[in-house]
């Protein structure tokens, strides 16, 4: 197997990974509550790891990844009362809705996503488990967790008392027995707000107990890997923590993985900053996979920067790795029937795609990924617009180029389309985007394609430049002249 080292956020430092059982990855990232479309903070988390999935399994590993959905929460109540329908429904249908979303940037669903209603007795048995043990009391109508009783509270995150009672969110019960302490069942006294028998009386699950119960009701009190927002390390994964070893035996986690933020213009986002943007809001302007491969031009656990030229950049860098694609496709069948017996020989290349694999498996290095996969295309280009005939020997190099690539995006589920209708949408998307006529651009580069013929190199440089103003860059290239929107 290849060795991988992750870095684990309890031990603040890059570690060898060991999973749990050889050949076996058990995850377990937090999902959505589901009141609301996913913004695109979300889609960075779930692309991480969506890719962090999908590394592992190219690699030979059999993973096991859960995804909870927590579908009952003060949020959903408010936003269902606002929309006349039930919690139930709104969280159904926003779950859809979620599904839907991450399925256009080919981020696939989880192998188990528990929603809290479906788990209540398990819930309700867990915190027995806290109370058994001396971790839980009740307060009031509330159930809370005994911080105090947990000696290791606040090592998580490095946090000290004081700062941990200020990072809890406002108590709404003060007769807890201290402030730090956080609940564990809400108790409800409104019948027209959803609730649940308990031995506490009626009421729901508090937040954090969700996790610390379904994560090991589906991987086991030990497991590998837990993963989320860097903005989850405290409270809520800190007080899984507590939860999961306060209610039975084993590491509960064993590697810890946080993504980082994103940020809009060098801002948080957030709505009363006006730039808050929904996942859907976004694919209706940039490429799925301009929007992938953006996320993985920065290490997963920094913050990024959306903005019109970070997004434009990945778009382009997208554009021209399917252009080598299509490129490449149409010059190997084009060279088959002159050297017909000639096959790709893996090895060639093998040091480019080392490379690319032996990047991902440092801590999901992303960035130093794409760095090989761009030298990889580099050198495909580089026999895709030599002039001459190309050698039986060129076409067997390009074929592994080829090869290398798709294998690579396969890594990270790039190139998931066929080439030519990739560029197509990316085209259509940019002319939309800049409101461009497609005929007076097809026209001008006519225009130059004669020009140029003529060797008038001034009307040439005049239609280029007009192009470049209109946000039109040309490719020149062995085959002809091609155009993309800068």
Known sequence: MVPIRLYDTSRREKVDFQPLIPKHVSI???????????????????????????????????????????????????????????????????????????????????????????????????????????????????????????????????RNLDEMINGVRKAVNEAKDSAEDFALWKGETDPEKPAWDSPWGRGRPGWHIECSCMSTKYLSPSFDIHGGGRDLIFPHHENEIAQAKGAQDGDFARYWMHVGMVEINGEKMSHS?????????????????????????????????????????????ITSLYRTLSAADKLIAQLANKHPNVEANPEIVKEHEDAFVEAMADDLNTPKALAAMAQTAKLANEIIDARGKKTAQQLALLMAYRQALGNMGSYCGLFTRQPDDALATLRDLAVKRLGLDVDEITALIAQRTTARAEKNWARSDEIRDKLAQMGVQLLDRADGTDWLVS
């Open 28 to 158: 377990y990232v937090c999902g959505l509550t589901v009141y609301d479309l996913p913004h695109i903070g979300h889609a960075r988390t779930f692309v991480v790891f969506d890719v962090f999935r999908r590394f592992l399994r190219q690699i030979g590993y059999d993973v096991k990844f859960v995804r909870n959905h927590t579908d009952i929460d003060d949020k959903i109540i408010k936003r269902s009362r606002e929309e006349n329908t039930t919690p139930t429904e709104l969280a159904s249908r926003m779950i859809d809705e979620l599904h839907k979303d991450m399925a256009s940037i080919d981020v696939a669903e989880a192998d188990v996503e528990p929603r809290v209603t479906q788990h209540i007795p398990d819930i309700i048995a867990f915190i027995q488990k806290l109370f058994d043990n001396g971790y839980a009391y009740e307060a009031g109508g509330d159930v809370y967790y005994r911080v105090s009783a947990f000696k290791d509270y606040g090592k998580f995150s490095n």
């Open 273 to 317: 900053l006006h730039n808050f943007w929904t996942l859907r809001d976004i694919v209706k302007q940039v490429h799925p996979e301009a929007l992938r491969y953006f996320f993985l031009t920065t290490h997963y656990r920094n913050n990024i920067n959306f903005s019109h030229d970070t997004i434009n950049e990945a778009t382009q860098r």
